[in-house]
């Protein structure tokens, strides 16, 4: 399972100079080897270094960065989008308003590796704390009806939890989710040519039940061209292949399956996403699979009705 890809940050305006580090943060750690021999720590390896190794994060990277700029009588307020793909934010007060050009909450789209001012805060008032929340994806994307390749390299199809489980397949993010049982280290296959968007593999693989679990699964997210996007999920520690904004064709090698984050056993998390407006829905799909077309279907005591279009509504057999 895999939630809280929303990302939000509060900072208070007329404080922010005081604590920088709360956006700057790369959430990388890393461990080598100097020169002169003795180990070294930081958040980047030194051009000399021997045997540079990345350390488990303790975060997730940031979707979005707020930059609070002084200028004159004003908090400029820049949002800087570290992703290769769109994303969408919204800055809200905690409280009582300020003073704001445009006034919040204020909405924008930002694309891709880019910054953009958001808002102009008045300066003079009193002090306001501000939110940012982050979602990734263009609110605008239509998604077309695609068939999907199957995202494991190898062996039949074993679906442990299908669309509308239980377990964690209970919200919007993770409705229409299947996961894949696959031993750790299986190779993840790109199901859908994009680009990579978003990756994560920071984290050791835990195998966790923890509710802190949740933000430490690593993964690898691409957009499509209409802006749908797939969430390949719970990959191996540093089992990551592909880089950010490189462009994969389906059948591509990406990544190696793992058990990391919330997660009762090793197996590959893979839903297709889109961006609702601010909200981040996974939507129905067609897999092709190693045995055929796969048979997805919500459970059918599942109140949400599938939309036309979907898999046919068969139950599934092969849940674990
Ligand atoms: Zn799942």
Do not use: K
């Not at 051009?47 to 930059?67: F, G, I, M, T």
């Not at 793909?85 to 009582?96: H, W, Y």
């Not at 001012?117 to 009806?145: Q, S, Y």
């Amino acid at each position: 399972m895999i939630r809280g890809m929303r990302h939000a940050l509060v900072v208070a305006v007329g404080a922010w100079a005081l604590a920088p580090s709360a956006w700057a943060a790369t959430g990388e750690a890393w461990r080598w080897t100097g020169t002169d021999g003795t180990q070294h720590y930081g958040d980047r390896p030194a051009a000399d270094a021997r045997a540079p190794r990345r350390l488990a994060a303790s975060a997730p990277a940031p979707l979005a960065r707020l930059r609070m700029e002084r200028r004159n009588d004003e908090h400029l307020a820049w949002v800087q989008n570290p992703l290769d793909g769109p994303i969408e934010v919204l800055l809200r007060a905690e409280g009582p308003p300020p003073q704001a050009m445009p006034a919040l909450p204020a909405r924008a789209t930002v694309p891709a590796r880019t910054e953009r001012l958001l808002t102009r805060i008045a300066a003079h008032g009193a002090r306001a704390d501000v939110a940012l929340t982050a979602i990734p994806g263009h609110p605008n994307a239509r998604p077309r009806d695609v068939e999907y390749g199957y995202p494991l390299a190898g062996g039949a199809p074993r679906i442990g939890q299908s669309w509308g489980g239980g377990f964690s397949h209970t919200d919007a993010e993770n409705r229409y989710a299947i996961d894949l049982a696959a031993p750790v280290g299986t190779p993840v296959l790109a199901a859908r040519d994009g680009v990579v968007m978003q990756i994560e593999d920071g984290f050791e693989d835990a195998g966790d039940l923890d509710d802190d679990a949740v933000a430490r699964a690593n993964f690898v997210r691409i957009l499509h061209d209409d802006g749908s996007m797939a969430l390949y999920a719970h990959l191996q520690a540093e089992g990551v292949e592909v880089r950010p904004g490189q462009r994969v064709r389906r059948g591509d090698r990406i990544a190696r399956s793992g058990n990391s984050g919330l997660s009762s056993g090793p197996h590959l998390h893979f839903a297709v996403q889109v961006n609702r407006g601010l909200t981040l829905a996974s939507i129905p799909f067609r897999m092709f699979g190693p045995g055929g077309v796969l048979r997805l279907a919500l459970p059918p005591d599942d109140a949400q009705p599938v939309p036309t279009g979907a898999a046919p509504a068969a139950a599934d057999p092969e849940r674990l």
